[in-house]
């Protein structure tokens, strides 16, 4: 196991401002990965952040459609988000809770909001799969709030771990082959942490709350951390305090050939994946 003393701290490399955008159906969103200024961070495609107390931003949602050859993570802090997919899976996404999808073959879902009203927080996190896991079998891993570990690792800091192990926790998420991190930092002001991250693993902080300092940089909201190698991180609460994403994983070095909802390794590969989902076979039932 990994330990928790930091002997090899790692700094930042770039800090980014989160881009405004839009997805679904007309969903307003903040996204840091996946962007002209920052494409992908090798095994991470896309990062977006949801954060409205506005309806007409979020409404709409996400309806039906295919997902080929990675995994999508959400991680919902304020509000309600139905789930349902080809595999028959179903569920409402409540405040503090996550599910994790690995595509792989193809799966078709939608989220759409239970909510009419009030603050709606959240994140979507894609993922790169390796080209030897592409097809496997769809995966669906649902994670309720109280699942989820939660401790206080130093005084004013309160952490909520998703996927990874530290301080002698260990998230809900597993069998996930980039081997990933991803733990929620709630930091009160000048409160410091330090957040163990397995050498070699990209990583990155995002502030969704706040300000945080994050290896001695200023890292305001809804800006992104993109980090150096080392075996950890140390993160201190901005004038305000502030709450961040830690998010890290094994780097996969392999070519991407990407279009929308489909992520290959070849031209060949993908123009299969359109082909597949127009003729109808991506998983349709939950196996038995």
Same mark, same amino acid.
């Given at each position: 196991m990994m330990s928790d003393a930091i002997k090899n701290a790692r700094g930042v490399e770039r800090v980014l401002r989160a881009m405004d955008t839009s997805d679904g159906a007309g969903v307003s969103l903040k996204r840091s990965i996946g962007t002209p200024q920052l494409d992908m961070l090798d095994p991470f495609l896309m990062l977006d952040s949801l954060s409205t107390d506005k309806p007409d931003d979020y409404i709409a949602g996400f309806p039906e459609h295919p997902h080929r050859g990675f995994e999508t993570v959400t991680y919902m802090v304020e509000g309600a988000m139905r789930h349902q997919d080809s595999m028959g899976n179903e569920g409402v996404l409540r405040s503090g809770g996550a599910q994790w999808m690995t595509a792989g073959s193809g799966i078709v879902h939608s989220e759409t909001p239970e909510q009419e009203n009030g603050l709606m927080q959240g994140f979507q996190l894609w993922i790169n799969l390796p080209a030897k896991d592409k097809m496997i079998d769809p995966r669906y891993q649902n994670m309720e709030p109280n699942e989820l570990a939660e401790f206080a690792p130093a005084d004013g800091a309160q952490l909520r771990l998703l996927a990874g192990s530290m301080y002698g926790q260990t998230g809900p998420i597993n069998g996930i082959s980039t081997n990933p991190v991803f733990v929620d930092v709630m930091l @009160? &002001? @000048? $409160? %410091? &942490?330090? &957040? /163990? !991250? /397995? %050498? *070699?693993?990209?990583a990155v902080v995002y502030v969704f709350i706040g300000d945080a300092i994050v290896a001695g940089k200023d890292v305001p909201t809804h800006h992104? $951390?993109? !980090?150096? @190698? *080392? @075996? *950890?991180v140390t993160l201190k609460g901005g004038a305000q305090g502030g709450r961040m994403l830690v998010i890290a994983a094994r780097p996969i070095h392999e070519q991407v050939v990407r279009y929308g909802p489909f992520v290959m390794s070849s031209k060949q590969e993908l123009m299969q994946a359109f082909d597949d989902y127009q003729n109808g076979n991506f998983v349709r039932k939950k196996a038995s």
């Open positions: @009160d &002001v @000048d $409160a %410091e &942490v330090s &957040v /163990p !991250l /397995p %050498e *070699g693993h990209t992104l $951390a993109i !980090l150096k @190698d *080392g @075996d *950890g």
